[in-house]
T-cell receptor
Framework: DGGITQSPKYLFRKEGQNVTLSCEQN?????MYWYRQDPGQGLRLIYY???????QKGDIAEGYSVSREKKESFPLTVTSAQKNPTAFYLC???????????FGQGTRLTVV | GQNIDQPTEMTATEGAIVQINCTYQ??????LFWYQQHAGEAPTFLSY????GLEEKGRFSSFLSRSKGYSYLLLKELQMKDSASYLC???????????????FGGGTRVLVKP
């Protein structure tokens, strides 16, 4: 079955540690996106990528980093520079500039 | 920059109709999407408009006016399971090198009462 997979579903980290969230898709989509969602809020764009080896900052990129070495994978690193990292993180992919975006099930990150 | 506005919350009765408005300001507009999101879950796609007019899909319809920067999602024959957040999203290409970005509004929480 084709789809987009995020792992893990729940993640706990100590303050000051970097953590990497995984996002893999086998839909052959060119575009991939990372969003952050806080309780009762909408989705805020962190980074997006249209093709391999290229990515763009979204609206809240500070304290985050990404890579796009393979078409299928778009991992997000939450660095210690992110002041308030506890949130629900969603990854999505789409066929470039056409069609809807499909979402993974999300990773709920808690930093203690 | 981009600005996408939608009401925070709406309440409606089971069996009724609810209309959720979305206004946006963007450069390089390339499509508008509506998603449904239940609490704690990922958003699921409902509808897509890129040209002006109405798109109908069962109980859900979506309208777009590009000149006015305006869209609405219409939910008919409301059911209790329609209680969820509804997210308006705009695809745009602010400049060619950046490609298409997909930006969401804050979401509208719809509560359906018996």
């Amino acid at each position: 079955d084709g789809g987009i997979t995020q792992s893990p579903k729940y993640l706990f980290r100590k303050e000051g540690q970097n953590v990497t969230l995984s996002c893999e898709q086998n839909l052959n989509h060119d575009a991939m996106y990372w969003y952050r969602q806080d309780p009762g809020q909408g989705l805020r764009l962190i980074y997006y990528s249209q093709i391999v080896n290229d990515f763009q900052k979204g609206d809240i990129a500070e304290g985050y980093s990404v890579s796009r070495e393979k078409k299928e994978s778009f991992p997000l690193t939450v660095t210690s520079a992110q002041k308030n990292p506890t949130a629900f993180y969603l990854c999505a992919s789409s066929i470039g500039g056409q069609g809807e975006a499909f979402f993974g099930q999300g990773t709920r990150l808690t930093v203690v | 920059g981009q600005n996408i506005d939608q009401p925070t919350e709406m309440t409606a009765t089971e069996g009724a109709i609810v209309q959720i408005n979305c206004t946006y300001q963007t450069s390089g507009f390339n499509g508008l999407f509506w998603y449904q999101q239940h609490a704690g879950e990922a958003p699921t796609f409902l509808s897509y408009n890129v040209l002006d007019g109405l798109e109908e899909k069962g109980r859900f319809s979506s309208f777009l006016s590009r000149s006015k920067g305006y869209s609405y999602l219409l939910l008919k024959e409301l059911q209790m399971k329609d209680s969820a957040s509804y997210l308006c999203a705009v695809r745009s290409a602010p400049y060619k090198a950046a490609g298409n970005k997909l930006t969401f509004g804050g979401g509208t929480r719809v509560l359906v009462k018996p």
